[in-house]
C-alpha cells in the first residue's frame, strides 16, 4: 500500500509540475500576444502568427530571387550588385550563342550545354528507375509480408542520412582500393575503374541517386497503394481477374494521381542535384557528370567568378522546370477528366 501511494504522490507530483509549466507557458503568451490582439483586433491575429513564416520567405527565397534576377542582366567580377555594370541580356546571347544547338563544341559556352545534357540524360535515367524501383518496393511492401514495418524503415533509412555522407561512403566503396573492388580481386577478378570511367561514374551516380532517394517516394507510393479499396480486388479477383489484370485496370489508374505527385517532385529533384554529384564525382571524369546546378555554382565561385552568367544560367534552369511542372500537372489534368 505505501509502494502504491508512492506511486500515485510521484503521479500527482509530476502532474502538479505539468500543470505549472503548462500554466505558465499559456500565461506567457497571453501577456504577449494579449496587448496586439486589443491594438490591431481578434480579426486581424491569424495575420501576426503568420508573420514569423512570411520574413523567412522574404529572407530566404524572395529576396534572393530578386537579386539572382537583378544579377542576370549585369556583368563584370563585382559581387556587390551596386558595382556591377549593367549589360541587359548579353549573358543570355552568351549562353545561347551556338551554331548547332545539338553540338556543345559549335557553342561559345560549351560547358554550359555539356551540363545542360548531362541533365537531361540523367533525369531520364534517374526519374525512370526512381519510379520503377519505389513503385515495385512499395508494391511488395503493400503485401502481407512478415517483418513489414522493418523493411519499410530499412528502405526509408537512406533518405535520412546526410547527401554528403552519402556520396562519401559510396565513394570509398568503389575507389580503386575500396571495398568493392576488394570483392572482385578475393574471387579472382581484376580491379574494375568505377571512379575514373566515364560509363561506371555515370552508372553509379544514378544508382547511388536512385539508392538514398527511393525510400521517400516508396512511403507515397505506399499511402496511395493503401488507400485504394480492397473491395475492388475482391470484386476483381470473383470477375476472374488475375493480377496482372487488377494491376492494370484497378492499381495503376487508381495508383495514378500519387504518380503524377511521385513524378513531379522527383523530376525537380533530379534536376537541381548537385550534393550526391559533386561530393562523389566532383562532375567528373571530365565533364560527364557535370550538372546543371554544378555549372552554376562553379561560373559563380570559381574564378573568374562570372555571377551574372551564373545567374542567366539559373534563370533558364528555373524556366525549365517551371514548363516541366506545368505540363505535368496538364497531362494529369486530363488523365483524371478521361
Not at 70 to 76: D, V, W
Not at 128 to 154: E, I
Not at 214 to 231: N, R, V
Request: net charge positive; glycine share 8%; charged share 10%.
Amino acid at each position: 500500500m505505501a509502494e502504491g501511494g508512492g506511486i500515485r504522490g510521484e503521479y500527482r507530483v509530476r502532474r502538479t509540475l505539468g500543470d505549472v509549466v503548462f500554466n505558465s507557458v499559456v500565461d506567457f503568451f497571453d501577456g504577449l500576444f494579449r496587448p496586439i490582439q486589443a491594438l490591431i483586433g481578434s480579426k486581424r491575429m491569424p495575420y501576426v502568427f503568420v508573420l514569423p513564416n512570411l520574413l523567412v520567405f522574404v529572407i530566404f527565397i524572395l529576396i534572393p530571387m530578386i537579386l539572382n534576377f537583378s544579377y542576370a542582366f549585369t556583368g563584370g567580377q563585382q559581387f556587390f550588385l551596386a558595382d556591377r555594370t549593367p549589360v541587359g541580356g548579353d549573358n543570355f546571347a552568351h549562353l545561347f550563342d551556338c551554331g548547332n544547338f545539338l553540338d556543345p563544341n559549335t557553342c561559345r559556352e560549351d560547358t554550359f550545354w555539356i551540363a545542360m545534357f548531362n541533365t537531361v540524360w540523367f533525369v531520364v535515367l534517374q526519374v525512370g528507375a526512381l519510379v520503377v524501383v519505389s513503385l515495385g518496393t512499395a508494391l511488395v511492401l503493400n503485401q502481407k509480408v512478415k517483418a513489414r514495418a522493418f523493411f519499410r524503415s530499412v528502405f526509408f533509412y537512406p533518405v535520412l542520412l546526410s547527401p554528403v555522407v552519402v556520396a562519401l561512403i559510396w565513394r570509398w566503396i568503389l575507389q580503386n582500393d575500396g571495398l568493392l573492388n576488394a570483392l572482385i580481386v578475393a574471387f579472382g577478378g581484376e580491379r574494375l575503374p568505377f571512379l575514373v570511367s566515364v560509363g561506371w561514374t555515370r552508372f553509379w551516380v544514378v544508382f547511388i541517386s536512385v539508392w538514398s532517394q527511393m525510400g521517400f517516394y516508396t512511403l507515397i507510393l505506399l499511402a496511395g497503394l493503401q488507400s485504394i479499396p480492397t473491395e475492388l480486388y475482391e470484386a476483381s479477383s470473383i470477375d476472374g481477374a488475375n493480377r496482372w489484370q487488377a494491376f492494370r485496370r484497378i492499381t495503376l489508374p487508381l495508383l495514378m494521381p500519387t504518380m503524377l505527385v511521385v513524378l513531379v517532385l522527383s523530376v525537380i529533384r533530379a534536376v537541381q542535384s548537385f550534393d550526391i554529384v559533386y561530393a562523389f564525382s566532383n562532375g567528373g571524369p571530365g565533364t560527364a557528370t557535370t550538372f546543371m546546378v554544378q555549372y552554376i555554382f562553379n561560373t559563380a565561385f570559381m574564378p573568374p567568378n562570372q555571377y551574372g552568367l551564373a545567374a542567366a544560367a539559373s534563370l533558364v534552369l528555373a524556366s525549365i522546370l517551371l514548363i516541366l511542372t506545368l505540363i505535368q500537372l496538364r497531362v494529369g489534368r486530363q488523365s483524371e477528366l478521361a
